[in-house]
């Protein structure tokens, strides 16, 4: 579940900070404000505890990473790992999984053509909320 800034955001930037994958980035509003991209988070929490003013809050609109409902919490994909928003697939925009031992891939682009192979419940929400998923250009 990718966190969100909720309302009494100081401007301070210690979340921007300590975020190790650049998920939090400042607004253009004025006061300075800073919002979270849900598919960059990776629900790590480093961002909560620097918070002077604790206005970080998990977003329940969002997927756990690795909880329920994404495909690397079964025993089927035991061992893999995901890039967890650090890295996305240029052609669709979804997480790319590295099997043990092996390259990083888009489960998602190499399961159907259709874009119907597993992947990543962040990557699926944003595409039915209209949130926009980068892709190549």
């Not at 002077?52 to 997927?63: G, N, Q, R």
């Not at 996305?88 to 192979?117: I, K, N, Q, T, Y």
Request: hydrophobic letters at 35%; aromatic letters at 8%.
């Amino acid at each position: 579940m990718a966190y969100r800034v909720g309302d009494g955001c100081i401007g301070c930037g210690a979340c921007e900070f300590a975020c190790p994958t650049a998920a939090i980035s400042q607004t253009a509003d004025f006061p300075v404000t800073f919002v979270v991209d849900p598919l960059g988070c990776d629900d790590c929490a480093r961002c909560v505890v620097v918070c002077p003013v604790d206005v970080l809050a998990p977003d329940p609109a969002w997927a756990v990473c690795n909880g329920r409902g994404c495909p690397l919490s079964s025993l089927r994909y035991a061992g893999w790992e995901c890039s967890r928003g650090a890295e996305r697939c240029r052609r669709c925009g979804s997480m790319l999984w590295r099997p043990p031992g092996g390259a990083w891939v888009c489960s998602r682009c190499r399961l159907g053509e259709d874009g119907r192979g597993a992947s990543c419940p962040k990557v699926r929400q944003a595409e039915r909320s209209g949130y926009a998923v980068p892709r190549a250009g």
